[in-house]
């Protein structure tokens, strides 16, 4: 079988760039899915971040400026990984230089920057624009996504969806773009983290129809590194209550997402809780899945199953090993090529990148919560 080449761009080559090239880099790890990425070209302002990049082979084109990256014909579809304030600039630049897109979480600074993204890739129809989001390629992820797929809780009880780090309860941690709304954005900790807690509540149709929030600034400054203090101005934490419908019963859907919880180092909890059967996973305990189903009058039992590296898409990995951050990142590569090169209705499996429509209502729901947190009540969403 051929094999489709992807030419990829990428903007902005920190923490996530690195990840994305690594993840094309190990492209043999996964069963051959008839299509594969190549990094071609890499752009950003700092020289020391490039360097890193000269170790790839083939050897991508190196630039400072992302027109250059964006001028390039070769280039078909851009990564951009970018701080929050440049998401607008850049995604709309890729989208009107005719490249696909998979854009980085929280897709736009904020609600307007995100609605003008999201107006160049309507404008775009023949482009593919997905969000960031690979927690729900872990398999307790995916477990969880065909559990409700297939609606085993009966009635809705109550939906959690959390993320959660913790080293910021150290406030002698070094200030960085992330904990500055100049570049971070004023959704702080939620723009951050927001997207991997809502991502599979979203794409179970739980849209929240209202929200009471609280929002906390507990580090209100931090080291700039250079022997002073900046000011740290993000929301470090915040705790959404939401009120969500399914099948015309409303029920509490609580998204947390957290800079400053103790222990915590990039944990994703998701839990529902039904009448008919509950599910509970997370990644502090990646091989561990928690189900529980009840017939009225029968005992009430969880059962642990024990998860291998059972992925959406096959690898080199036998399902009686483990299951990483990084395999998340390249199973949610493998979900956007996938789709890239065969269509939605083409994809080897079913479970597609997060939508701008996700995204969107991720910034609908941000963006009601600032409101509700600053005044104390509890705001309606319009979807
Ligand atoms: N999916 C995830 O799990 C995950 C994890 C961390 C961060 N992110 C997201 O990835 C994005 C980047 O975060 P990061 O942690 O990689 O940040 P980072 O600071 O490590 O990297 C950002 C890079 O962008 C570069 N840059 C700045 N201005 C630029 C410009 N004009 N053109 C090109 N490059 C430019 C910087 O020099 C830096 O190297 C953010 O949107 C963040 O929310 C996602």
């Known amino acids: 079988m051929t094999e489709r080449l992807v030419a990829i761009g990428i903007v902005g080559g920190g923490l996530m760039g690195r990840e994305a090239a690594s993840a094309a880099a190990r492209w043999l790890h996964l069963a051959d899915l008839g299509a594969r990425p190549e990094i071609v070209s890499v752009c950003d302002p700092n020289p020391e971040v490039l360097a890193w990049y000269e170790r790839l082979r083939p050897a991508p084109r190196l630039v400072s400026d992302y027109h250059e990256l964006l001028a390039d014909d070769t280039v078909e579809a851009v990564y951009v990984a970018v701080p929050h304030y440049l998401h607008e600039e850049v995604y709309v630049a890729c989208l009107d230089a005719g490249k696909h897109l998979l854009g980085e979480k929280p897709f736009g600074v904020d609600l307007p920057a995100n609605k003008t993204i999201n107006q160049a890739i309507a404008a775009h129809p023949e482009l593919l624009a997905r969000c960031s989001s690979e927690f729900p390629f872990f398999p307790g992820g995916q477990e969880v996504a065909r559990w409700i797929a297939e609606r085993r809780f009966g009635r809705v009880l109550e939906v959690r969806s959390l993320f959660l780090h913790s080293s910021d309860l150290d406030p002698e941690k070094p200030i960085n773009w992330k904990r500055q709304a100049r570049f971070n954005g004023e ?197």
Not at 187 to 207: K, S, T
Not at 218 to 235: H, K, L, N
């Open 187 to 383: 959704y702080g900790c939620m723009g951050d983290l927001g997207l991997h807690a809502v991502h599979l509540p979203f794409r179970a149709g739980w849209i929240p129809r209202n929200v009471r929030a609280v929002l906390s600034d507990v580090v209100p400054e931090r080291p700039d590194g250079m022997g002073g203090v900046s000011a740290c101005d993000t929301w470090d934490n915040a705790v959404l209550l939401c009120e969500a419908e399914d099948d015309d019963h409303s029920f509490p859907l609580r998204i947390e997402t957290k800079r400053i919880a103790p222990g915590e180092t990039n944990t994703w909890v998701i839990e529902v809780d039904g009448t008919a059967g509950s599910i509970a996973y997370t990644t502090k305990y990646p091989k561990t899945l928690r189900l529980m189903a009840y017939e009225p009058g029968s005992t009430q039992s969880w059962h642990v199953l024990e998860l291998g590296s059972q992925s959406a898409y096959p690898t080199i990995t036998g399902s009686i090993f483990e299951f990483g951050f990084s395999d998340g990142v390249l199973q949610m590569w493998a979900a956007f090529i996938d789709e890239l090169a065969h269509g939605r209705d083409g994809m080897r499996q079913p479970f597609h990148c997060a939508t701008p429509e996700e995204a969107a209502w991720s910034h609908e729901l941000f963006t009601a919560a600032l409101e509700s947190h600053r005044t104390g009540a509890v705001v309606k969403m319009a979807g």
